[in-house]
C-alpha cells in the first residue's frame, strides 16, 4: 500500500470491472498477520491385570494479531468500463486478539469383566479468549479509534462425559458387539474473537456516478 493521504495512495485504489472480471491498479485489502498457538500435552497410565486408568490434559494458547491497509481506503468498481459502486472500508484496521486457554482435563477408566470391557472417561473443558486494548489512527472514512480491553469472549466451562463398552461375542477376540454414547463440543481457535472485534475490517458499498469522487483520477459520463 502507498503512503496514506498522498496523491499516489488517492490515485491506486483498487479498480474492479464486475462484468470483466478483472482487478487492476492494486489488490484488495492488503493482511498483515502474526499468529502463533502454543500447545502443552501431558497424560499419565496405570495399569493392571483388568483395569487401566488414564488421566490427562491438552492446554493451548495463542493470538491473533491482524492489519489491513488498502489504497484509497477503498475499491472502484467499474460496469463494463463505467463507473458503477465503490466499496469502502474501516480501514486501518489492526486488531490484536488472544486465546488464554483453550484447555481439556481429562480422566479415562477401562474395565475388563469376563467378555466385557467398558470404558468410561469424562472431560471438562475450557476455552477463553479476550480482546486486546488497542488505538489506530484515522483512515478516510471513519475517525481515530481506541477501545479498551474486553475480557472474556468467551468464558466457557463445558463437561464432555464418554461412554463406551465391547462385548466379546465368542469370546476368541474375533467377534465383537461395540456400543457408544458420547458428547464432543466444538472446537475454536484464535480467530474466534475475531467476529466480536471492534477494528474488524468492515466495508460498505455505495452507489457511484460522479467522476469526480477521486479527484479526477477518473473519467466518464453520467
Given at each position: 500500500a502507498k503512503v496514506?493521504?498522498?496523491?499516489?495512495?488517492?490515485?491506486n485504489a483498487s479498480h474492479v470491472d464486475i462484468t470483466r472480471g478483472t482487478m487492476t491498479t492494486a489488490s484488495?485489502?492488503?493482511?498483515g498477520t502474526y499468529n502463533f498457538r502454543y500447545m502443552l500435552i501431558s497424560s499419565l497410565t496405570y495399569i493392571t491385570g483388568s483395569h487401566t486408568v488414564k488421566a490427562g490434559f491438552q492446554w493451548h494458547i495463542g493470538q491473533n494479531w491482524?492489519?489491513?491497509?488498502?489504497?484509497?481506503?477503498l475499491t472502484e468498481r467499474f460496469n463494463n468500463g463505467v463507473p458503477d459502486s465503490v466499496i469502502v472500508y474501516d480501514?486501518?484496521?489492526r486488531l490484536y486478539d488472544l486465546m488464554k486457554a483453550d484447555l481439556g482435563l481429562y480422566v479415562q477408566d477401562s474395565w475388563t469383566l469376563k467378555r466385557l470391557t467398558i470404558n468410561p472417561g469424562?472431560?471438562?473443558e475450557y476455552f477463553n479468549s479476550a480482546i486486546q486494548a488497542r488505538s489506530v489512527e484515522a483512515g478516510r472514512f471513519v475517525p481515530?479509534?481506541?477501545?479498551?480491553?474486553?475480557p472474556d469472549v468467551p468464558n466457557w466451562k463445558n463437561i464432555a462425559?464418554?461412554?463406551?463398552?465391547?462385548?466379546?461375542?465368542?469370546?476368541?477376540?474375533?467377534?465383537?458387539?461395540?456400543g457408544s454414547i458420547n458428547k464432543y463440543n466444538r472446537a475454536y481457535t484464535t480467530d474466534f474473537v475475531n467476529r466480536?472485534?471492534?477494528?474488524?475490517?468492515?466495508?460498505?458499498?455505495?452507489?457511484?456516478?460522479?467522476?469526480?469522487?477521486?479527484?479526477?483520477?477518473?473519467?466518464?459520463s453520467t
Open positions: 496514506p493521504f498522498t496523491p499516489e495512495w488517492y490515485a484488495a485489502p492488503q493482511l491482524l492489519n489491513r491497509e488498502v489504497n484509497g481506503d480501514t486501518p484496521a469424562l472431560r471438562w481515530a479509534r481506541s477501545f479498551a480491553e474486553v462425559p464418554r461412554f463406551s463398552m465391547v462385548y466379546d461375542l465368542t469370546g476368541d477376540a474375533k467377534t465383537a458387539l461395540k466480536y472485534d471492534p477494528l474488524v475490517l468492515q466495508s460498505d458499498t455505495r452507489n457511484w456516478s460522479d467522476c469526480d469522487y477521486l479527484a479526477g483520477t477518473s473519467t466518464c
